[in-house]
């Protein structure tokens, strides 16, 4: 499935599905922690607007990997790196399918009320703070790519002097932050915060340091061979789905309106097929 099937998709979900019922049978997700707030949230949303169970599951991948080749119909990742190593990780992803959905960008989190008054990166590169990043799970790489990106090589130097703790997931690093009270700045994603207000004040990373990342969806073959499966793939990426990802922190989408073009006789057929499955067994259009 190409990924114009996504606009195609997006454009029809709020005409074609608002009275959709699916087959009662769960749809199988799965994915890292990050964008799991949201993405529970979208899946809530779908599930009650036409009666279908969707089963998020989250967390370190090697600890959903068994269960998501047996039975999934749809991956979203944290990172496009991440993506790549779960197409590796799980033949059964169709590539044709990948959709990038929503930026988040890099930030700093401090303890509430930030008395260690960091104000940017540029603070971090000085002696005497205790750093907390991730060294995986979709940031691999993530704090060498926002320290260089002004071609330092003493940024890159300062900041890693001051790294107390290399997490190799988000979830193992939010164990630590709240175990060590020492480390005063933790470089992840907005996001984080957003789901974590009580844990952590925000400082905001310098343009010039801005680095961004994204969440993305795919189908398996088996989820691509179930209308449902694609169209909560198509609502993810619908103005709905656009909105309750904002509210946990995410960019939405900048549309492109020449996307919005779409032939009436593939909008009718794409509408059509999502009908098909609310549609008595035997009965005729």
């Not at 039975?71 to 959709?99: C, H, K, R, W, Y």
């Not at 703790?165 to 005063?184: C, E, H, K, L, Y």
């Not at 904002?246 to 779409?262: I, N, Q, Y």
């Amino acid at each position: 499935m190409p990924r114009s099937f996504f606009h195609l998709a997006t454009l029809a979900f709020t005409l074609a599905t608002a009275s959709v019922v699916y087959a009662a049978e769960t749809l199988h997700v799965y994915g890292p922690g990050g964008p799991l707030p949201a993405m529970k949230e979208a899946a809530t949303a779908f599930g009650q607007a036409h009666g279908v169970q969707v089963d998020v599951v989250a967390g370190p991948t090697p600890q959903w990997l068994d269960q998501a080749k047996a039975n999934a119909d749809l991956i979203f990742s944290g990172s496009e790196v991440m993506m790549s190593d779960l197409i590796t990780a799980l033949p059964s992803i169709d590539t044709q399918t990948v959709q990038p959905l929503y930026l988040r960008p890099a930030a700093i989190l401090v303890r509430p009320g930030n008395p260690s008054h960091i104000t940017g990166i540029a603070d971090l590169l000085k002696p005497g703070h205790r750093i907390l990043v991730v060294n995986g799970a979709g940031q691999q790489g993530l704090w060498e790519d926002v320290v260089g990106r002004l071609g330092d090589i003493r940024s890159v130097g300062a900041f890693r002097a001051n790294i107390a703790v290399g997490a190799a997931n988000s979830g193992q690093a939010r164990q630590t932050w709240i175990s060590d009270p020492s480390i005063d700045a933790w470089l992840i994603w907005t996001i984080w915060q957003r789901a974590n207000p009580t844990l952590a004040d925000q400082v905001p990373v310098e343009p010039q340091f801005a680095i961004y990342r994204d969440t993305g969806v795919a189908l398996t073959k088996q989820g691509e061979a179930r209308p449902e499966a694609r169209a909560f793939a198509a609502f993810l990426a619908s103005p709905q789905g656009s909105a309750i990802f904002a509210k946990w922190g995410w960019l939405p989408a900048k549309r492109d309106r020449t996307r919005d073009r779409v032939p009436v006789k593939r909008l009718i057929d794409l509408i059509d097929v999502l009908h098909q499955t609310d549609r008595p067994s035997g009965a005729k259009s």
